[in-house]
């Protein structure tokens, strides 16, 4: 499967970007999705994931509250809805996608086998 992430940009804190992650290739709905994001010089950090089945689960400590990840299927695209934009949001935003009928998101980085190449996110103060 390929990935294409997009809908990055340049946002003042405070607002909102619609990230979308795309698919081609394979029918997308038995797929894990995940979005990660890499800050310079930090490692790559996972963000959100949602299962086949429709769970999500967040990293808590950041983005739980402000950030949703939704799918749909008729499109082979994964969305990630980010709200409230901190300059501590800035990053380059991945997804990935696995093959998995597990019904829990996965969220080690290690454990995805197909990613997109990337999107932009800068959030100003």
């Known amino acids: 499967v390929q990935l294409q992430a997009s809908g990055g940009g340049l946002v003042q804190a405070g607002g909102s970007l619609r990230l979308s992650c795309a698919a081609s290739?394979?029918?997308?709905?038995?797929?894990?999705v995940g979005w990660f994001r890499q800050a310079p010089g930090k490692e790559r950090e996972f963000v959100a994931g949602?299962?086949?089945?429709?769970?999500?689960?967040y990293d808590v400590d950041s983005v739980k509250g402000r950030f949703t990840i939704s799918r749909d299927n008729a499109k082979n695209t994964v969305y990630l809805q980010m709200n409230s934009l901190k300059p501590e949001d800035t990053a380059v935003y991945y997804c990935?996608?696995?093959?998995?009928?597990?019904?829990?998101?996965?969220?080690?980085?290690?454990?995805?086998?197909?990613w997109g190449q990337g999107t932009q996110v800068t959030v100003s103060s």
């Open positions: 990935a996608a696995r093959l998995s009928g597990a019904s829990s998101p996965i969220t080690s980085p290690h454990d995805y086998n197909y």
């Open positions: 290739g394979r029918t997308f709905s038995s797929y894990a």
């Open positions: 949602i299962s086949w089945n429709l769970n999500r689960q």
